[in-house]
């Protein structure tokens, strides 16, 4: 055999070497198994079920609260280390201002027949900035950030989920209250505002700094929970053009 037919057979090797461990990589230990949560909005309860190795069924429950009234609710992207899963669940309750920002860690400890749940309450975060009482509360996030508003506050606040700082987000004037939070699979999120006559948006990139901005009602969609149309301020006037390249380096010369 030549140097180069053994070249190219060690590299077609090493190719094949890297399919089979991409297809034998194993799914998390907590892949056939979903958290429901049920309750009033003032205790949230939580349930495991679904399948191990060797069974299915519902494994741990519990609850977490009190609360004055929660606003909105959402869980962390998972964290996983052998058959240990752990996740943060961060509850917004709005029933009172301040408003309070309530961070609990989730551990799940799988074996091949249960799986140990254990919720605790990991920080409290005052949103001082935001109104709170009867209002919606909207939240959205990206993997480094939170994003949340009330339908009574002029200005929304992001937080970061690795500090917990709390930083507010720049608004209108006049001021005009918050509409709706979305956000996209990216991480993308649009912040949008309005008072039934003028509506303005703010959209932040994954790093946390706003990117775009302008007049209108402009939201985002992701790919797994539609957003109510009851939440968002429509209308079929089109907004100003906002539209704009920024070109990023000199032109290629090939």
């Known amino acids: 055999m030549s140097r180069i037919s053994r070249i190219l057979t060690a590299s077609a090797l090493l190719v094949l070497s890297a399919l089979a461990a991409q297809s034998q990589t194993p799914a998390a230990p907590d892949a056939n198994l979903y958290t429901n949560y049920f309750g009033s909005a003032t205790s949230v309860s939580w349930i495991v079920c679904g399948a191990t190795q060797q069974s299915s069924g519902c494994y741990d429950s519990g609850s977490i609260g009190p609360f004055v009234s929660v606003g909105a609710m959402l869980e962390s992207n998972p964290q996983v280390s052998g058959s240990v899963v752990t996740r943060f669940i961060y509850v917004v309750d709005a029933g009172a201002s301040p408003v309070t920002l309530y961070v609990y860690k989730k551990t799940d400890t799988i074996s091949s027949s249960f799986d140990?749940?254990?919720?605790?309450?990991?920080?409290?975060?005052?949103?001082?900035?935001?109104?709170?009482?009867?209002?919606?509360?909207?939240?959205?996030?990206?993997?480094?950030?939170?994003?949340?508003?009330?339908?009574?506050?002029?200005?929304?606040v992001y937080v970061s989920k690795g500090t917990l700082k709390v930083t507010e987000i720049g608004g209108f004037s006049p001021p005009l209250n918050i509409t709706s939070i979305t956000s996209n699979q990216y991480g993308y999120v649009t912040v949008t505002q309005g008072n039934g006559l003028f509506t303005g948006f703010n959209v932040f990139g994954p790093t946390g700094g706003a990117v775009e901005g302008g007049g209108g009602s402009e939201f985002m969609l992701g790919t797994t929970q539609a957003v109510p149309a009851s939440s968002l301020v429509l209308s079929d006037t089109a907004p100003t053009i906002h539209m704009y390249m920024k070109p990023t380096g000199p032109p290629s010369n090939k």
């Open 116 to 156: 140990t749940t254990v919720v605790t309450l990991f920080k409290t975060v005052s949103l001082s900035q935001l109104v709170g009482g009867s209002v919606t509360t909207f939240m959205a996030a990206n993997n480094k950030y939170l994003y949340i508003g009330t339908s009574l506050s002029p200005n929304a």
